[in-house]
T-cell receptor, first 112, second 114 residues
Framework: SQKIEQNSEALNIQEGKTATLTCNYT??????LQWYRQDPGRGPVFLLL?????KEKRKERLKVTFDTTLKQSLFHITASQPADSATYLC???????????FGAGTRLTVKP | DGGITQSPKYLFRKEGQNVTLSCEQN?????MYWYRQDPGQGLRLIYY???????QKGDIAEGYSVSREKKESFPLTVTSAQKNPTAFYLC?????????????FGSGTRLTVV
């Protein structure tokens, strides 16, 4: 069966460090992979999209990698700040039908 | 400002009642979606619509119904047939179903059965 797994339910790091979140998938052939940020009681906000033929994407302090051999995406936040505390969701878009599926998310807490 | 508006923010339903959640967008997006979010689970797709007057079932459509009479609006009705409706409901839209761009989400409606 198809699965999307995000490495852990919660991740705590110290301010200034780099946060690394993992998204693993099985039995998928994704055309795209997207990352979203969700604050409590709010809808997710789109952050970055990476295509299957791209290895890395950057946006300000954010970096996403996509390894289709390992079936894994890594999401990095450098120089983390308490304001980065939120739940981060990965989502995969299938190549054959544009179907999009979300992982359960990782709750990141950045401590001052 | 363009965006998606979901209302109400909180909704309480009695057993056996149907309730309707509103979703309106002014982004001129073609595609609209309804998701359900439960603690510890990913968003699950209920229904989606790529054009007016057309919609398709998602993974968990049983107990729900939708309509798409206008491009801007995609209301979701939670019927009495939905046995476990307590959840956070999210509406989203995108420019097209190609999904090469991200979705825009509303702020959600939290539905509780009382």
């Amino acid at each position: 069966s198809q699965k999307i797994e995000q490495n852990s339910e919660a991740l705590n790091i110290q301010e200034g460090k780099t946060a690394t979140l993992t998204c693993n998938y099985t039995n998928y052939s994704p055309a795209y992979l997207q990352w979203y940020r969700q604050d409590p009681g709010r809808g997710p906000v789109f952050l970055l999209l990476i295509r299957e033929n791209e290895k890395e994407k950057r946006k300000e302090r954010l970096k996403v990698t996509f390894d289709t051999t390992l079936k894994q995406s890594l999401f990095h936040i450098t120089a983390s700040q308490p304001a980065d505390s939120a739940t981060y969701l990965c989502a995969l878009v299938r190549r054959d039908n544009n179907d999009m599926r979300f992982g359960a998310g990782t709750r990141l807490t950045v401590k001052p | 400002d363009g965006g998606i508006t979901q209302s109400p923010k909180y909704l309480f339903r009695k057993e056996g009642q149907n309730v309707t959640l509103s979703c309106e967008q002014n982004l001129n997006h073609d595609a609209m979606y309804w998701y359900r979010q439960d603690p510890g689970q990913g968003l699950r797709l209920i229904y989606y619509s790529q054009i007016v007057n057309d919609f398709q079932k998602g993974d968990i459509a049983e107990g729900y119904s939708v309509s798409r009479e206008k491009k801007e609006s995609f209301p979701l009705t939670v019927t009495s047939a939905q046995k476990n409706p307590t959840a956070f409901y999210l509406c989203a839209s995108s420019m097209s179903s190609e999904l090469a761009v991200g979705y825009t989400f509303g702020s959600g409606t939290r539905l509780t059965v009382v």
